[in-house]
């Protein structure tokens, strides 16, 4: 069954420092990735996704992730982050002709002035 | 943004009370998706639905039911109430399987006394 890890559940920065956020993934077929972003009294929102082919992904407002899979993970990045990115970033997992999307426990951003 | 609409936003009900909560869609999507947000659990999937009739069970379905008799229509039912189901829940939408990106509404809060 496919199941996502998310290793930490707080993650403070300094404004215009840099961040990764980790996420690994557990499955025994081949899986599409995602993060979503749910900013304050919010729903979800994407920031990208790998479905296939180069395994640096771009998303909006300037994160990446990385998808490597003998590490079986698939990283958060962002070069310089802002005090807007405060939110909670979720990591999910789908499987190969699964309808089930299935979450990490989130990692809370705080950017620190 | 997605025309997805919950309701209510909002709601406060004592335990042992029947609650039914509604997703509302206008995109004609394939996939309907019910969710509960807890802290330290993130998004965890309770039932799920790939047409109309057609269901299944998520991860933590016990004391939920759901309906689809309309494409554009996706009910949770909690039977009976009890305050473990205190909790923001979330519907989304998907068009078609593992590889499209979900789409969430605002979600609901829910309040067992």
């Known amino acids: 069954a496919q199941s996502v890890t998310q290793l930490d559940s707080q993650v403070p920065v300094f404004e215009e420092a840099p961040v990764e956020l980790r996420c690994n993934y557990s499955s025994s077929v081949s899986v599409y990735l995602f993060w979503y972003v749910q900013y304050p009294n919010q729903g979800l929102q994407l920031l990208l996704k790998y479905l296939s082919g180069s395994t640096l992904v771009k998303g909006i407002n300037g994160f990446e992730a990385e998808f490597n899979k003998s590490q079986t993970s698939f990283h958060l990045r962002k070069p310089s982050v802002h005090i807007s990115d405060t939110a909670e970033y979720f990591c999910a997992v789908s499987e190969f002709g699964n309808e089930k999307l299935t979450f990490g426990t989130g990692t809370r951003l705080t950017i620190i002035p | 943004d997605a025309g997805i609409t919950q309701s209510p936003r909002h709601k406060v009900t004592e335990t042992g009370t029947p609650v039914t909560l509604r997703c509302h869609q206008t995109?004609?999507?394939?996939?309907m998706y019910w969710y509960r947000q807890d802290p330290g659990h993130g998004l965890r999937l309770i039932h799920y639905s790939y047409g109309v009739k057609d269901t299944d069970k998520g991860e933590v379905s016990d004391g939920y039911s759901v309906s689809r008799s309309k494409t554009e229509d996706f009910l949770l039912t909690l039977e009976s109430a009890t305050s473990s189901q205190t909790s923001v829940y979330f519907c989304?939408?998907?068009?078609?399987?593992?590889?499209?990106?979900?789409?969430f509404g605002q979600g609901t809060r829910l309040t067992v006394v």
């Open positions: 989304a939408i998907r068009a078609r399987d593992a590889h499209t990106e979900a789409f």
């Open positions: 995109e004609n999507h394939r996939y």
